[in-house]
């Protein structure tokens, strides 16, 4: 094992054993390294990699803290590894949503009530198709983001985010260009709200892997047959 990778490895014990918590300030660097049988040098690579993924938070002149380690943050990583990846990697994206958002639904659909399931249901009435394919489309990840955190799991509706809004760019391309696209949309956000209101966890979980099927089938198709700057591209998903 490599010694920064040690380093990382002890510094992520002190903090899943208790000894350090979220928001703790760590023990000077000559302490630490001392403490944990470290180099300085081995120890200074481990908080800049623990940095980088946001488990340490580096202050200049004041010290090294743990973060707050939320979903959040800790998933921002994975967010800067989905913009390295290419086109086709699009699909693959699909597929990771289709796994992860009929389980979501699933989740919330046993767990969603008063507050959550109102909110939802203004969402939906507020959503007209009227208004344009990108508005449509940020109604559309409003929507998978609001039943994602009904679900009640901040890691999973976290991990959801961060996959889902690097798929904007293809779903306003699916709306500009087939054919009654947006009203589809809204019927199957309907059909998934219908199967939550009712707490029908099966129900939800199957309509939303259509819903997000139907999309991924589309793009695959859409994509064979197209090439050069009709493509849509990473860099222009956000």
Do not use: C
Not at 94 to 119: C, K, N, S, T, W
Not at 137 to 148: M, N
Not at 199 to 217: F, K, P, Q, R, V
Request: charge should be negative; aromatic fraction near 4%; avoid cysteine.
């Amino acid at each position: 094992m490599a010694v920064t990778d040690e380093a990382i490895l002890k510094i992520k014990e002190m903090i899943t054993s208790g000894r350090l918590a979220p928001g703790d300030r760590l023990p000077p660097e000559k302490e630490l390294s001392e403490s944990l049988g470290l180099s300085r040098s081995s120890l200074r690579e481990a908080v800049k990699a623990l940095e980088v993924i946001r488990v340490l938070d580096v202050r200049r002149g004041d010290g090294t803290y743990v973060t707050s380690l939320e979903p959040r943050l800790l998933l921002e990583a994975l967010s800067f590894v989905v913009d390295l990846h290419d086109d086709h990697s699009l699909l693959e994206i699909f597929g990771v949503r289709r796994i992860l958002e009929p389980a979501a639904a699933r989740i919330a659909a046993g767990r969603i009530e008063g507050d959550e399931l109102q909110a939802l249901e203004h969402l939906f009435e507020r959503t007209s198709g009227k208004g344009g394919i990108e508005a449509l489309v940020q109604h559309d990840l409003e929507f998978h983001q609001a039943i994602a955190r009904a679900s009640g799991n901040d890691y999973l509706a976290q991990l959801i985010d961060s996959i889902s809004s690097h798929t904007v760019r293809a779903r306003i391309w699916r709306g500009l260009t087939q054919r009654g696209a947006a009203d589809r949309t809204i019927a199957e956000h309907r059909a998934i709200l219908d199967a939550l209101r009712h707490h029908d966890g099966e129900l939800a979980s199957a309509l939303t892997l259509s819903h997000i099927a139907g999309i991924e089938d589309w793009l695959r198709e859409a994509s064979a047959v197209t090439t050069g700057d009709d493509v849509p591209t990473r860099k222009d998903e956000r």
